[in-house]
Each structure stands twice: as structure tokens, then as C-alpha cells.
């Protein structure tokens, strides 16, 4: 199954059922399709967007199992094992130090090292969001490239 019907709960079967039914109508209806997805909305009490999203996941293949929620285990990762390893390099080397820097000179210079590498370089808040939050600088083994 995809998206991990295999573990899915039956409530969320049943609302993914819910959905699928609504979209039904969507999709085999006559009515203009942002009527029909407002109405469907307004009936799942979802936004409009995330009515398209279900609506884009489910066309294909009308399968309800589209439509459960997505676990961490059917998300791809977006950012491949060799630009998390530059950008975890770079932030020990640049961002670990007692008088931490800005963090746009830090992604500019993952961004080079991922160029120079040949990968696609990651988005500014991708690299934030990697960003560990120490209790306390105390405990921290700071790299010895950080000039103190």
C-alpha cells in the first residue's frame, strides 16, 4: 500500500474514506471544480489547499491508501547524505564557536562547498534548521578551528 496504509490507523482510514468521497465528487461531477473544492472544504471543514493537495494525490489512482497520512517513512528525504554531511561539517567548524557568527555568511559558504562538490545547493532555512540549540555553550566541545 502506499503512504503506510499498512499501519493506519481505523480513524484515519475513515477520514481518509471521508475525503476520498468528497473528491469523488470533484473529480466524476459537473459542477465547475473550485465550486466543487470549496464545497468539499467547507464540508471536510479542510482549506481549499489542502482539499487540491488531497485532490492532486488522489487522481491517479483513486486509491483511498493515497489519501492516509504520510509517515516518516514514505517521505523522501529532500537534501541527499552528502550535502547534510557538508552542511553538518560546516556548522561544527563555522557555528560551534563561543561568539557565534551570522548564519548567512555560513550558508553562502555550504553553498559553495556544495558547487564545488557538484550538488544542489540547500535553501537558506534548511541549513537553520540544522542548527543545534545547546543548553549551555559549558558542555560543548568546541572545534579547535574556532579562534577564541
Known amino acids: 500500500m502506499t503512504s503506510g496504509g499498512a499501519h493506519a490507523s481505523d480513524e484515519a482510514w475513515a477520514k481518509a474514506t471521508r475525503i476520498a468521497r468528497e473528491l ?7 459542477a465547475p471544480v473550485r465550486e466543487a473544492v470549496m464545497r468539499a472544504a467547507s464540508e471536510l471543514r479542510l482549506s481549499t489547499r489542502q482539499v487540491y493537495n488531497y485532490l492532486a494525490r488522489y487522481r491517479e489512482e483513486r486509491r483511498v ?8 517513512e514514505t517521505r523522501k528525504p529532500r537534501v541527499s547524505p552528502a550535502v547534510e554531511s557538508i552542511i553538518a561539517m560546516t556548522l561544527r567548524e563555522m557555528w560551534l564557536c563561543p561568539e557565534q557568527p551570522d548564519l548567512a555568511p555560513i550558508v553562502e559558504e555550504i553553498r559553495a562547498r556544495c558547487a564545488e562538490e557538484g550538488h544542489t545547493p540547500p535553501a537558506y532555512v534548511t541549513v537553520a534548521r540544522r ?17 577564541v
Open 24 to 30: 469523488d465528487r470533484i473529480l466524476d461531477g459537473a
Open 65 to 72: 491508501s493515497s489519501l492516509l497520512p504520510r509517515t516518516s
Open 131 to 147: 542548527i543545534p540549540i545547546p543548553v549551555s555553550y559549558t558542555h560543548l566541545t568546541l572545534p579547535t578551528i574556532c579562534s
